[in-house]
């Protein structure tokens, strides 16, 4: 029986991978990795080939959900990795892998690194305990327009909790939804804002993770005609209230 590491890139290109993570990568067999749960920049994964002195095969989205290119390398190597941007274990199409790799007999091991989901909070200066259910906002498509994120973010705004907001993306066609498409899109599925009203203040955190990492936060009505630059984007709704020190922080980045 094999052993599949799960190991996570970071949040930015291949020095987000720890000493450690390269030397699990080094001594694999076969080496995947996914980019559609998010993006590396570009060229990352050629320069973590060269690093570690092994090919790394991409593995698009439906050939990791079907998990049968993992469970065969599994059956014939004794490790196998899967690299992902962000952490492994926050996409919970990895946890599944995991378990159909246990169901096999193989073991496992988890080699993590820096999530968007602690990343966005960290970097806007907003306290993590206090988010709520994440939500995920999809490409529009005519007769596609589900509330179902409108009705999360006002259940975690009842709640007194912030929303972190994560936005649709297809690398492989190069296609991101970016943040103020995103609100648009909020609005068009709330558009009396009864949930999100047009005076509240809600922050974007664009690039988190890399060089050229940037926050905003406004009125709703003003963000979501703004251009925020590249991807990858990320929307925060806070709660109605806000600390004094994540009113501070967000201060910071206030746009007019």
Do not use: K
């Amino acid at each position: 029986m094999g052993e599949l590491a799960f190991v996570g890139l970071g949040l930015s290109d291949e020095r987000g991978v720890s000493p450690e993570s390269l030397d699990v990568l080094a001594a694999s067999d076969v080496v995947f990795a996914e980019e559609y749960t998010a993006s590396a920049p570009s060229g990352t994964l050629d320069r973590l080939s060269a690093r570690i002195g092994r090919p790394i095969r991409s593995l698009d989205r439906a050939a990791l959900e079907s998990e049968r290119p993992v469970l065969e390398a599994l059956a014939g190597a004794s490790r196998v990795a899967l690299v992902t941007v962000g952490d492994p274990f926050a996409a919970t199409t990895h946890v599944a892998l995991r378990l159909a790799a246990e169901r096999a007999g193989h073991g496992w091991s988890y080699h993590p690194a820096a999530s968007v989901v602690a990343a966005v909070p960290g970097f806007l200066g907003l306290m993590a305990y206090r988010f709520g259910r994440t939500v995920s906002i999809p490409f529009p498509a005519p007769g596609f327009a589900p509330r179902s994120p409108v009705d999360q973010i006002g259940a975690n705004r009842a709640a007194g909790l912030h929303s972190l907001v994560l936005l649709d993306l297809d690398p492989a066609h190069g296609r991101y939804l970016l943040a103020d498409a995103a609100l648009r899109e909020i609005r068009a599925r709330d558009p009396d804002g009864a949930v999100v009203p047009d005076a509240a203040v809600v922050a974007v955190a664009a690039r988190v993770g890399r060089r050229e990492a940037a926050g905003f936060a406004g009125e709703f009505c003003r963000l979501r005609e703004r251009d925020f630059g590249p991807p990858m984007h990320a929307i925060v709704v806070p709660a109605p209230t806000l600390h004094e020190q994540e009113a501070a922080a967000l201060a910071r980045f206030r746009v007019e």
